[in-house]
């Protein structure tokens, strides 16, 4: 069964999703179908040893998500310094235990003495107020303005390119794209953070140089996925939805263009346009950008 009437039709077997029987009405008619469901499952981070942080998420590309997540965090000030990710699966979840540089493991426990806890919901159990707006690479000014079609272009080979949101409906995307609009890597998870953090760690891992290209994700732009996005080194962040206001004053401090509701030919831009060749149109304008 799929999520739409027009989706392609199910796959045989879907990595990342568990096929459970369901039974519902559509269209006024009863069915019982075999489905496919998102897997998420506790994930926890080991540094050298040290428990660090529990993420709820979809087990793929965990090694990616292990990379990406460090160097976004801070933890990694470059990805040589991650040694080696040993996945150990076990009867509640998935352990990551991580082996890194000792000046790494230095910096995560200076970080760990005020701490008081963490959990995956994002800034929760952050050990301070002033921890939150922590420093952040100033993003240089572009050459070149990105036309704003390259966006819409990427937005429109989502669907086809998210095999697991085909099959289950339920995960984000994050996709790095070239200028020209092109998506070039892309990651899914139930997790719109963790997808962000799997993206950074594909880049890295594989050496790109992530700053002449945009970040694009198939959800709101909240103030930590302007800060991953930042600590990536990529100028410019398009969401489908819409930006928080932490989301835009942190942009705008740290010199990222954010761009919320990227749909089709719309977007909205919160702050630092000059990235971006907007056409003109003398249509009067919108009262509201949603």
Not at 43 to 60: C, D, K, Q
Not at 150 to 165: K, N
């Amino acid at each position: 069964m799929s999520r739409d009437d027009d989706s392609p039709a199910l796959p045989d077997f879907c990595e990342g999703a568990t096929a459970l029987p369901v039974r519902g009405v559509r269209a006024g008619r009863a069915f019982a179908v075999t489905d496919w469901v998102a897997e998420e499952v506790p994930v926890a981070l080991e540094f050298n040893g040290i428990s660090h942080a529990v993420m709820l998420a979809t087990p793929l590309d965990l090694e990616d998500f292990a990379l990406g997540f460090s160097l976004s965090e801070g933890i990694l000030d470059h990805p040589q310094e991650l040694y080696a990710v040993d996945e150990e699966p076990g009867p509640l979840g998935i352990t990551l235990r991580l082996r890194v540089s000792n000046a790494a493991f230095m910096r995560l426990k200076e970080r760990r003495r005020s701490m008081a806890g963490r959990t995956g919901c994002g800034l929760c159990g952050t050990e301070s107020l002033a921890n939150v707006s922590r420093d952040l690479p100033r993003l240089s000014s572009a050459s070149t303005p990105l036309r704003r079609e390259a966006i819409a272009h990427a937005m429109s080979q989502f669907r086809a390119l998210q095999t697991l949101q085909q099959a289950t409906g339920a995960v984000h995307a994050a996709a790095w794209c070239s200028a020209d609009g092109e998506v070039r890597w892309l990651r899914e998870d139930v997790g719109r953070h963790n997808a962000l953090d799997k993206l950074i760690g594909a880049l890295a891992a594989n050496g790109v140089d992530a700053a002449p290209g945009f970040i694009a994700v198939t959800s709101r732009a909240s103030f930590e996925m302007v800060q991953k996005t930042a600590m990536a080194g990529v100028p410019l962040l398009a969401a489908v939805s819409a930006p928080t206001s932490f989301a835009v004053t942190t942009a705008e401090r740290v010199k990222l263009t954010l761009v919320g509701f990227a749909r089709q030919q719309d977007l909205v831009v919160y702050c630092h346009p000059e990235r971006l060749a907007l056409a003109a149109d003398k249509s009067p304008e919108p009262r509201r950008a949603h």
